[in-house]
């Protein structure tokens, strides 16, 4: 492991002097792709740095116990060995994780549609409950969220809802909440106490950028529309929404979030290139073989992945049989633990595979 890390250091100080070149920044392609991998790269130097600084103090203190006669010196080194030793394994720990490959989107910002299913005005109310808690989320770990379309319910929350949201290593965070979410609970609107059963799907794609998806604009019809509100009122007079349609593949992609129909153009564009971009990798994954069947799923937004159980407070993950009896904390955003778990499970597979 310490050859494998020593290789990672030089790599990252040629990285770091290939950037401070003056013509580093003339094919900004290249730059981009050497500043990520020198940020990469510094995740791993800085712990490799301080694993050495532990061996060598592990060192110094076993050689003090060789050699020292005076019995106070050698109990102060024994006490700081059992400090270092397991200071060495959790170390140990981290570079490995730190060394198995990660799925090069796993940095990308994300593109999150909510979409209500079956359940009616009840599947609405949820798809808003789902939104809030990313929104949650999102506010406890420094990310930005941003409204880019939404079509609300008549009873409130939404019929469907678009989001980006933006921040440090985004995408690997939020991967695997896409799927079908699925609540169990008595609605607002029962009158006789029976429990119903509504879902909502998600999807979560990695943000393209122009340099990962090249759009010929010959082949997007651009329609323009007035910003509708709460039941399909006109909230502004001008033409100001976005709706563009990518002719090759159908997909379309609108915005009207924004009084400006040149930033309703620029998100509503950056939804389709997302869009068109998550094909292109299921492509690519399918004919590498790269699309694990496995218990966490490769993300498809018809696999059933996740319980939110009202009555007995419970929230259930199925694809890696976890559990909690904090709904309501994890309503408010407190996701972590399934994120944490199923990033643990990935690498696991990933290990179990040989990816590694």
């Known amino acids: 492991m310490l050859d494998k890390l020593e290789a990672i250091r030089q790599r990252y100080e040629d990285v770091n002097e290939q950037l401070m070149q003056p013509e580093a920044m003339s094919d900004m392609k290249r730059y981009k792709a050497l500043n990520k991998e020198f940020k990469d790269l510094g995740k791993i130097v800085a712990e490799y740095r301080n694993y050495q600084q532990v061996l060598s103090n592990i060192e110094g203190a076993r050689e003090v116990i060789a050699t020292e006669k005076d019995e106070d010196f050698r109990e102060m080194a024994k006490a700081e060995l059992d400090e270092l030793v397991p200071e060495q394994e959790r170390l140990e720990a981290v570079i490995k994780d730190l060394l198995i490959p990660k799925d090069p989107n796993d940095s990308k910002d994300v593109i999150m549609e909510i979409r209500a299913g079956a359940g009616g005005d009840e599947a609405a109310i949820f798809a808003g409950d789902l939104q809030r808690m990313y929104m949650r989320y999102a506010e406890k770990h420094g990310l930005r969220m941003d409204l880019i379309d939404a079509t609300e319910g008549t009873s409130g929350g939404y019929k469907e809802i678009v989001l980006s949201l933006k921040g440090e290593d985004v995408y690997g965070k939020l991967k695997f909440e896409s799927g079908v979410h699925r609540v169990q609970r008595v609605p607002a609107t029962e009158t006789q106490g029976r ?18 998806i090249q759009l010929d604009m010959n082949d997007i019809r651009k329609d323009l529309f007035m910003s509708s509100g709460p039941g399909g009122q006109s909230v502004n007079t001008t033409y100001s929404a976005v709706r563009l349609t990518h002719i090759p593949t159908g997909l379309v992609a609108q915005c009207q979030d924004q009084k400006s129909q040149l930033k ?67 309503m408010d955003g407190n996701i972590d633990e399934f994120v944490e778990q199923l990033r643990i499970a990935e690498s696991a597979e990933r290990l179990k595979e040989g990816v590694a």
Not at 204 to 209: G, H, L, Q, R
Not at 274 to 290: C, D, H, T, V, W
Not at 292 to 321: E, L
């Open 195 to 212: 429990i119903h059963t509504s879902v909502a799907s998600i999807v979560v794609m990695p943000e393209a950028e122009e340099l990962d």
């Open 264 to 330: 309703n153009f620029d998100k509503a564009l950056q939804v389709l290139r997302s869009r068109i971009y998550e094909i292109e990798l299921a492509k690519k994954n399918e004919a590498e073989g790269a699309q694990r069947k496995s218990m966490i799923g490769g993300g498809d937004r018809s696999d059933k992945i996740r319980t939110y159980n009202y009555p007995q407070g419970r929230v259930t993950d199925h694809r890696i049989g976890l559990t909690v009896y904090n709904l309501s904390s994890v």
